[in-house]
């Protein structure tokens, strides 16, 4: 697909988006988006623990692959205590930014199947079956794609993805 035809195809997604938003609605930052979503409680309490709030709160152009607190209760019992309770401010925001990407558009679905992204933590996402109804980064499925927020996408991920 051409970078042309992707613009296009999230631009749309965009305006379909806005138009159907209740009149006078003001849409969600991407933090607020996560923050009021139960399943990503622990996300949230590591962005605001990283500081990061604000940033998601207002800068644009930004695509976040949250995961879900069930992601964070399946890591070994010493990980997701130091993450959640002991960790410092510096770990949180590495956890964080290898969530996120400087991409804001939705999922292509019509690309050859593939596709790498680096987040902004410096690890690489691997995208695979794009082309298909399943989409999986870094072979994990993403349970839920292409939730609009006003500054950018969120995508709801199966698994935490590795920090660098």
Request: proline share 5%; net charge positive.
């Amino acid at each position: 697909m051409t970078r042309l035809r992707r613009l296009i195809i999230g631009a749309a997604a965009g305006l379909a988006s806005a138009a159907l938003a209740p009149a006078g609605a003001q849409a969600a930052s991407l933090f607020e988006t996560v923050a009021a979503n139960p399943r990503l409680s622990t996300f949230a309490s590591l962005i605001r623990k990283a500081g990061l709030e604000s940033q998601l709160g207002s800068q644009a152009g930004v695509t976040l692959y949250a995961p879900t607190n069930a992601a964070f209760e399946a890591l070994p019992y010493a990980a997701y205590r130091r993450l959640t309770e002991t960790s410092g401010q510096a770990e949180a925001a590495a956890v964080v930014r290898a969530h996120m990407v400087s991409w804001s558009s939705p999922i292509p679905m019509d690309t050859d199947g593939s596709a790498v992204m680096t987040t902004l933590g410096g690890t690489q996402l691997a995208f695979q079956g794009i082309s298909s109804s399943t989409v999986r980064v870094n072979g994990r499925p993403i349970l839920q794609m292409n939730i609009r927020a006003d500054n950018g996408f969120l995508h709801i991920v199966s698994d935490v993805l590795p920090t660098p």
